[in-house]
């Protein structure tokens, strides 16, 4: 509850800011070499400087506003789910007004998805906020890709943005990524409009390719635009290559192509390449059919959230206060074992906690990275013998409470699942 009331209170702050920088971007015609200078470093300060490290994947970037400022922006995220996000979005018009609402509506993006990674709903929450606030005529363009680590599945949705693209290493094709959806905060649109929202399961080498379209609408000196068409036989000419190489041999056909004509808009591009399969799934018991959560905690500060998560989506799922109650009880202890025993409370180590709830049961797999222990010789507390000894007796009540508990070969690992009925 304290989490959602803070994630409502950023909202508003950062609808007021929209609000003052809607109203600032009416006067922004003339504005001075400085102001232009001060712009250009708060836009560049809020693109990444260093594009998170998601071990199974490699990303590269590229950005170039058509003047000082511009109204491209382009994002990674780590949501609270440990999915990835690769965002781009494009606002209308250009130039320091397009910047000053670029700027606010990134933060509200990263706000939305503190809550959901559903692609989709996303752009419903940032839709219905902008169509309030912004007062100009500029409208936001966007594509959103969230990367699931664990099913190496890409959920995505489009607002009115060019498609991205999915090149497959096998094939050697490329997929267009497209769904249904309009423009973002374009006052003209009914504030209820639906986003579509489809999925796409990545290989090993696949690139996915994200851009705006100061990439495609430009021309050559004949007259004739670059277009997609361009953009595609490039990127399969091309998608043997590293990301950094793909994104700079693009540039460079399209450079060639204009052949002296210059820019007109800003141009943003965003690629991710999938290296290899994580083994996290196998290692956790899971199937990739399963489609689990998978949550990543190294103190013990951050067990709580997780757990009241979990319990949450047992509830909703209506699991009984008795069941909820042992297994809070179950978690904590797990959690916590694998903290302070499994990773000998090395902050530099993770717990992966991966999860799924239905209506039949609770299924939870959580991993330290340590040595492991011998599971098998485990005093039993019951005995008189060992009720002094202080270490045992949380795996007990784990087992007491739980219907299923089982351990990999090394002790790092505990599968354990609770039953509704």
């Known amino acids: 509850m304290n989490n959602q009331k803070s994630l409502k209170q950023k909202i508003a702050e950062l609808e007021t800011q929209l609000a003052a920088n809607a109203e600032q971007s009416k006067c922004c015609s003339n504005v001075s070499p400085l102001q232009l200078e001060t712009a250009r470093k708060i836009q560049q300060g809020l693109l990444p400087s260093h594009l998170p490290e998601v071990k199974n994947i490699t990303v590269a970037s590229f950005y170039a506003p058509q003047g000082k400022v511009g109204g491209d922006f382009y994002d990674i995220i780590i949501t609270p789910r440990q999915k990835t996000a690769f965002l781009i979005f494009d606002v209308s018009g250009g130039g320091i007004a397009a910047a000053l609402i670029g700027a606010t509506v990134k933060m509200l993006f990263a706000m939305v998805m503190e809550k959901?990674?559903?692609?989709?709903?996303?752009f419903r929450t940032v839709n219905q906020r902008l169509k309030h606030l912004i007062k100009t005529e500029h409208y936001v363009t966007a594509f959103l890709a969230v990367f699931d680590r664990v099913s190496n599945r890409i959920t995505y949705s489009q607002a009115g943005h060019p498609c991205a693209y999915l090149y497959r290493k096998s094939s050697g094709n490329l997929l267009p990524l497209t769904t249904r959806g309009f423009m973002l905060g374009q006052g003209d649109l009914p504030a209820s409009i639906e986003f579509g929202e489809s999925f796409v399961v990545m290989q090993p080498k696949d690139l996915l390719f994200l851009y705006t379209d100061g990439l495609t609408d430009v021309f050559c000196p004949e007259g004739a635009m670059y277009g997609s068409g361009r953009l595609c036989n490039?990127?399969?000419?091309?998608?043997e290559n590293e990301?950094?190489?793909?994104?700079?041999?693009?540039?460079?056909?399209?450079?060639?192509?204009?052949?002296?004509?210059?820019?007109?808009?800003?141009?943003?591009?965003?690629l991710m390449r999938l290296e290899y399969l994580d083994p996290l799934l196998i290692q956790s018991g899971f199937?990739?059919?399963?489609?689990?959560?998978?949550?990543?905690?190294?103190?013990?500060?951050?067990?709580?959230?997780?757990?009241?998560?979990?319990?949450r989506e047992m509830d909703r799922c209506g699991f009984s206060d008795d069941?909820?109650?042992?297994?809070?009880?179950?978690?904590?202890?797990?959690?916590?074992?694998?903290?302070?025993?499994?990773?000998?409370?090395?902050?530099?180590?993770?717990?992966?906690?991966?999860?799924?709830?239905?209506?039949?049961?609770?299924?939870?797999?959580?991993?330290?990275?340590?040595?492991g222990f011998d599971y098998t010789n485990l005093p039993d507390p019951l005995k008189e013998s060992n009720r002094i000894k202080s270490h045992g007796r949380g795996l007990f009540l784990v087992k007491k409470y739980m219907d299923i508990v089982e351990f990999n070969s090394t002790g790092n690992r505990i599968l354990a699942i609770k039953k509704k009925g």
């Open 287 to 311: 199937f990739p059919e399963d489609r689990p959560q998978l949550r990543i905690i190294s103190i013990r500060d951050e067990i709580d959230e997780v757990v009241s998560d979990i319990l």
């Open 116 to 122: 959901t990674d559903s692609p989709a709903q996303v």
């Open 234 to 239: 490039s990127l399969i000419k091309h998608g």
């Open 323 to 371: 069941l909820i109650r042992k297994t809070k009880v179950s978690l904590l202890e797990m959690t916590i074992n694998a903290i302070n025993h499994g990773n000998r409370n090395d902050i530099s180590k993770k717990v992966y906690v991966t999860y799924k709830v239905t209506a039949e049961m609770l299924k939870i797999s959580i991993t330290d990275e340590g040595e």
């Open 243 to 270: 990301p950094e190489q793909i994104i700079s041999k693009v540039l460079d056909d399209q450079a060639r192509f204009r052949n002296g004509i210059a820019l007109r808009d800003d141009l943003a591009l965003l």
